[in-house]
C-alpha cells in the first residue's frame, strides 16, 4: 500500500504536545482548512447541488473540471449547508511528501471537530506515515455515528502515486464513516473503475459544471445586468458555459455604456480572460505543449495526425491525451480528435501571431494539405482559402467531384464566399471551372461561358488520364447548365453523353459520394428537353431524379425536378397531379431550408397557373408576388415562360386590366437559341384571346397561326377563340388534329367538350349540347376547373339553367361564377369552396396534425383514438371539403379559413 512505519515511540506519530506544527517544523497555514468565501455575485445552481448531494451516499465524489469551472465554490457552497462534520483542506505543491499531506489531512480534520479528543497525533516524519496511523485513522473512521466529509481541493496538485495508495487504503477501511470529495481539474490517481462499477462514485464533469442559459441569464442579474435572452444564450455559446469566463465578461460588460454591444464584439485575447487563461493554463506547459497549443490555434478541431502536420514532429498523441486529461481547455471529439476552448482558440491564436509572426498561412496550407491526402474536403477547402491557395482549394473541389455544391443551396454561398478572396494568380483548369461555376450561378452567362471555354481549351491538349476525368466531368455540369440557360437542347444532349462516357473512368466510390452532380446534370438535361417541347422525353429524365433519395446534397435537384414535372402535367392537363407535385416541391424546399436558388420558383408558378385555371384569382396573385424577386435576377427560360403564361392568364381574367397588358405579360423576356412550341403557343393564344377581348376578332384568329394539335391545352382554348370568333369549322378541324392517346388530362377534354357544346348549340342541337356540358362538368369537378366555364360567355347560361346541370355545376361552379371575374382587387385566397362547411372539432384536430404532415398511426397515437377511428374522421372530413386528398384537405380547410 505504500504505507510504512516510522520510527517514534508508540509507532503513531507524534504527541498531542506538538500539534501546532506540522512535520516541516512551520505552523499550520489555517486558511487551508477555511471554506472558500461565496462572493456576493454566486450564484447557486441547485441542479448541481441536488447532484452533489449524492455524495452523502457514495465512499467517493469528484468533482472534476477545468480552470475557473465553479468547481470551487460549488463544492463549498454545498459544504456550508450539511450538517455533517465536513473537514476541508486546500491542496499545495509541496504536500508531496506524504507526511506531509497526511499531517494536513490530520489537522484538517481535528480543526473541523471531526476526531474525538486523546485519539494519535499526525505524522512526524515529512518523507513517511506509519501504516498504524493510518489504520487507527481508517478504524476510527469506521466506528463513527455518523460519517465525516472530507474534502480536498485542488487535489490535481496531488502527483505523488503512493499518496494516492495510502489515500485509497483510508477510504475503503473508513467504510460507511467517511464521504472523501475530491475537485480537482485531472483524472485522479485512484481505481475509479472499481467505484463506479459497485455504484459507489459520484461524478460531476466539466460539460454538468457549464452553465445554461437560463443559469447565465441569473448570473448577469445577480451582476446588475438585464440582456435580452439571445444576447445571454449568444455568450453561453462563445464561452462553453465556462463560469470563469461568465463572470469575468459579466464584470467587464457592467462598466460599459452599452452592456450588449459589449459582449457582441467583445475581443477575448484583449481581455481579463486572456490574462486568466494565460495564467492558469499555458504557463507552466513544457515548451512542446505550448508550441501545440498555438499551432492548433488555427484549427477547429484536430487530431494527432493533423497535429503533428502543424508542428512537424511526432508526439501529439501522448501530448493531447495528457492535455485533455488535465482539463486544459480542450475538448474530446471522438475517435481521436478534439478542438479548443473557442475562447482559449481565439486566446492562443493571439498570442501565436505575437510570438511566431506570419506562420499562420504556411500553417493553415500544412493542415489543407493534411486533410486533402485524409479525405476531408470541407475542411480543406477552408484552410487552403485562408492559406491563400485557391489553386489548391479549387483543385480539391473539382478532384472531388464536388463542383455540383455550388448549386446545391445548401453550402451554395458558404462556397462563394469562400472563393470570392481568388485572385488573378490563381491560373490553374480547376480555379477557372469554379470561376465559370460562379458565373452561371449569378446566371452570368458571358463571364461562365468564356470561362468555361479556357478550361476546355486547355483539356483539349492534355493527355487522357483519371486525374482530369473528374475536371472534364464537372465541365458537362456547366455546359449542361449553359445549355439550359440558353435553351439549347442540342448541347445538353451532347454534355449528357460526355458524362456517361467520363463516369466509367471514375471510381463508383467518388460518383457515390457526390450524387448531386450526377442529379443536377439530370435536371439541366430534362429541362432543356421540356423547353423544346420533349415531354415524354424530359419525363423519362426527371421522373428518376425526383424519386431518389440521396440526403441533403440532392435535395435542390429533387425540388427542381419535381417542379418541371409538375409544369408537365400542367401542360398535358392535368390540375391536381400538378398542384401535387408542386406542392411537394415547395413544402420541400422550405423543410430543407433552400434560399431559394434559381428554378426552385418553379412549384409557386405551377400552383399559381392551378389557381387560375380553378378562379381562385386571390391566391395566383399572392404565389405570382412570392416569385417576382426570383424573376427580377433569373435566366432560366423554362421557369420564366411558366411565370409568363401564368401571369399572362391572371391579367386576362381580371376584369379591369386592359387586354394589351395580358399580351404583353405573355412574352417571356428569355433569349433562347431554340424556340419552345409551348411556350410560343401560350404566348398566341394569351394574344389572341386579349385581341378577342379587345373586340378585334379577326387579329384575334390571325394570331393563333402556328398552334397545333401538338399542344393540347393550347388547341382547344385556340378552338374555343375560333367558335368565339365565328369560325366554327376552323375550330372543328383544330380540335381534329389533338392526339390525346391518354396522356391528356381533364383541362384538355372539359375544353374540348365545351367547344364542341357551343358549335352544337349554336347549330340549334340543344340535346347534344347539353350532353356534352355535362360531360365536362363531371370532368372539370374532379379538378375544380372552373375558367372554360366562365370564359365560355352567355351561350352556356342556359344550359346550366336546366335542373341536371344546375345541379352538377352547385356547390363548386355557380355559386362562384359572378365572384370569379369580380374577386381580383380582394387580398387573400379566394375559397374554393363557396358552400357551408362545417367541421366537428375531432375533424379539425386531425386536419390539423395532417397539416403536420403526420402520419394516420402518429395521429392516432396523439389523439389516443384507433386508427379506424382517425380514418373515419377523414372521411368525413373530405367529403364535407369535396376533397379525396390528404394534401388538397389541408389545403381546402384553410382556404376556407377552418385551420
Not at 450539511?82 to 499531517?103: I, N, Y
Not at 464533469?205 to 449568444?234: C, I, M, N, V, Y
Not at 397557373?609 to 423554362?638: I, N, S
Amino acid at each position: 500500500m505504500g504505507v510504512r512505519d516510522v520510527g517514534s515511540s508508540d509507532g503513531t506519530g507524534r504527541s498531542p504536545a506538538d500539534a501546532g506544527t506540522d512535520p516541516l517544523g512551520g505552523p499550520y497555514l489555517r486558511t487551508r482548512f477555511a471554506l472558500p468565501a461565496r462572493p456576493a455575485t454566486f450564484l447557486r445552481r441547485q441542479r448541481l447541488v441536488v447532484h452533489l448531494n449524492q455524495a452523502l451516499r457514495t465512499p467517493l465524489t469528484v468533482v472534476n473540471g477545468a480552470a475557473g469551472a465553479g468547481k470551487t465554490l460549488l463544492t463549498a457552497d454545498w459544504a456550508a449547508g450539511l450538517r455533517l462534520p465536513v473537514a476541508w483542506l486546500t491542496v499545495e505543491a509541496g504536500d508531496h511528501p506524504p507526511g506531509v499531506f497526511w499531517a494536513y489531512v490530520f489537522e484538517s480534520l481535528r480543526v473541523y471537530g471531526a476526531r474525538a479528543g486523546g485519539t494519535p497525533g499526525a505524522p512526524a516524519d515529512p518523507s513517511g506515515v506509519g501504516h498504524g496511523l493510518l489504520a487507527s485513522l481508517a478504524a476510527e473512521l469506521n466506528a463513527l455515528d455518523r460519517p465525516v466529509v472530507l474534502v480536498l481541493d485542488e487535489y490535481d496538485r496531488m502527483t505523488n502515486p503512493v499518496v494516492a495508495e495510502q489515500l485509497e487504503f483510508v477510504l475503503h477501511h473508513a467504510g460507511p464513516g467517511l464521504r472523501l470529495v475530491l475537485v480537482t481539474r485531472t483524472e485522479p490517481l485512484l481505481p475509479l473503475h472499481r467505484y463506479r462499477a459497485s455504484d459507489e462514485l459520484t461524478e460531476i464533469r466539466g460539460s454538468e459544471l457549464s452553465f445554461t442559459p437560463k443559469e447565465a441569464d441569473a448570473l448577469l442579474r445577480l451582476h446588475g445586468l438585464q440582456l435580452p435572452e439571445r444576447a445571454a444564450s449568444a455568450l453561453v455559446d462563445r464561452t462553453r458555459g465556462w463560469a470563469a469566463g461568465l463572470r469575468l465578461c459579466a464584470l467587464a460588460a457592467r462598466e460599459s455604456a452599452d452592456p450588449e454591444q459589449y459582449l457582441k464584439e467583445f475581443e477575448a485575447d484583449h481581455s481579463t480572460v486572456a490574462d486568466f487563461l494565460l495564467a492558469e493554463v499555458l504557463k507552466g506547459r513544457t515548451q512542446e505543449e505550448q508550441d501545440l497549443l498555438l499551432r492548433v490555434s488555427v484549427l477547429d478541431r484536430f487530431c494527432p495526425g493533423l497535429a503533428d502536420s502543424l508542428t512537424l514532429r511526432t508526439d501529439a498523441a501522448g501530448l493531447l491525451a495528457g492535455l485533455h486529461r488535465e482539463n486544459a481547455f480542450i475538448e474530446r471529439l471522438g475517435h481521436s480528435w478534439y478542438r479548443l476552448h473557442p475562447l482559449f482558440r481565439q486566446i492562443l491564436r493571439a498570442h501565436l501571431r505575437e510570438r511566431i509572426p506570419g506562420v499562420e498561412p504556411e500553417l493553415h496550407l500544412r493542415a489543407a494539405r493534411w486533410l486533402r491526402r485524409s479525405g476531408f474536403l470541407p475542411e480543406t477547402l477552408a484552410h487552403a482559402a485562408a492559406g491563400g491557395d485557391f489553386d489548391l482549394a479549387a483543385g480539391a473541389l473539382v478532384d472531388d467531384l464536388a463542383i455540383g455544391q455550388l448549386f446545391t443551396g445548401l453550402r451554395s454561398d458558404a462556397l462563394a464566399q469562400l472563393f470570392a478572396g481568388m485572385g488573378p494568380e490563381a491560373r490553374s483548369p480547376a480555379s477557372n471551372l469554379v470561376r465559370a461555376a460562379g458565373a452561371l450561378a449569378r446566371r452570368d452567362l458571358d463571364h461562365g461561358l468564356n470561362r468555361l471555354r479556357q478550361v476546355q481549351n486547355h483539356l483539349s491538349d492534355a493527355e487522357d488520364s483519371p486525374s482530369l476525368a473528374a475536371t472534364r466531368l464537372s465541365c458537362t455540369l456547366l455546359e449542361a447548365l449553359a445549355a439550359r440557360l440558353t435553351g439549347c437542347p442540342s448541347r445538353a444532349e451532347q454534355a449528357a453523353a460526355t458524362a456517361e462516357e467520363l463516369r466509367r473512368k471514375l471510381p463508383d466510390r467518388l460518383l457515390d459520394e457526390h450524387p448531386e452532380l450526377t442529379s443536377l446534370l439530370m435536371v439541366h438535361v430534362g429541362s432543356a428537353r421540356l423547353w423544346e417541347g420533349h415531354f415524354d422525353d424530359a419525363r423519362a429524365v426527371l421522373t428518376p431524379v425526383a424519386g431518389a433519395r440521396g440526403g441533403p446534397a440532392t435535395v435542390l435537384p429533387r425540388v427542381e425536378s419535381l417542379g418541371h414535372l409538375a409544369l408537365l402535367d400542367y401542360l398535358n392537363g392535368w390540375l391536381g397531379r400538378a398542384e401535387r407535385r408542386a406542392l411537394t416541391a415547395v413544402t420541400e424546399a422550405q423543410r430543407a431550408g433552400l434560399p431559394r436558388p434559381p428554378g426552385a420558383g418553379l412549384g409557386r408558378l405551377v400552383l399559381a397557373a392551378v389557381a387560375v385555371d380553378r378562379q381562385e384569382l386571390g391566391r395566383a396573385r399572392a404565389l405570382l408576388d412570392e416569385t417576382d424577386r426570383l424573376a427580377a435576377r433569373e435566366h432560366d427560360p423554362v421557369p420564366m415562360a411558366g411565370r409568363a403564361l401564368a401571369a399572362s392568364r391572371l391579367l386576362l381574367d381580371n376584369g379591369g386590366t386592359p387586354p394589351h397588358a395580358a399580351a404583353e405579360a405573355a412574352e417571356p423576356a428569355v433569349s433562347a437559341e431554340a424556340s419552345s412550341p409551348w411556350a410560343e403557343s401560350y404566348a398566341a393564344v394569351a394574344r389572341s384571346a386579349a385581341c378577342l377581348a379587345d373586340g378585334r376578332p379577326g387579329e384575334a384568329v390571325r394570331l393563333l397561326h402556328g398552334v397545333s394539335g401538338d399542344q393540347p391545352v393550347c388547341a382547344v382554348e385556340a378552338a374555343a377563340i375560333q367558335v368565339a370568333a365565328g369560325r366554327p369549322r376552323a375550330a372543328a378541324e383544330l380540335l381534329g388534329t389533338v392526339r390525346t392517346e391518354g396522356r391528356t388530362g381533364p383541362a384538355v377534354s372539359v375544353g374540348a367538350a365545351l367547344v364542341r357544346a357551343r358549335v352544337a348549340q349554336e347549330s340549334g342541337d340543344t340535346v347534344t349540347a347539353r350532353k356534352l356540358v355535362a360531360r365536362a362538368l363531371l370532368d372539370a369537378r374532379r379538378e375544380r376547373l372552373r375558367r372554360p366555364f366562365l370564359q365560355a360567355e352567355d351561350w352556356i347560361e342556359p344550359l346550366l339553367a336546366v335542373p341536371p346541370l344546375h345541379e352538377l355545376a352547385e356547390g363548386w361552379l355557380l355559386p362562384g361564377r359572378q365572384e370569379g371575374h369580380g374577386e381580383p382587387e380582394r387580398p387573400g385566397p379566394s375559397p374554393a369552396l363557396l358552400v357551408p362547411v362545417e367541421l366537428s372539432a375531432r375533424e379539425r384536430d386531425v386536419l390539423r396534425r395532417l397539416a403536420r404532415m403526420m402520419s394516420t398511426e402518429e395521429i392516432a397515437a396523439d389523439l389516443y383514438v384507433s386508427v379506424n377511428t382517425v380514418k373515419t374522421h377523414l372521411k368525413s372530413a373530405y367529403r364535407k371539403l369535396a376533397v379525396n386528398r390528404r394534401g388538397d384537405a389541408v389545403r381546402r380547410a384553410r382556404d376556407l379559413g377552418l385551420l
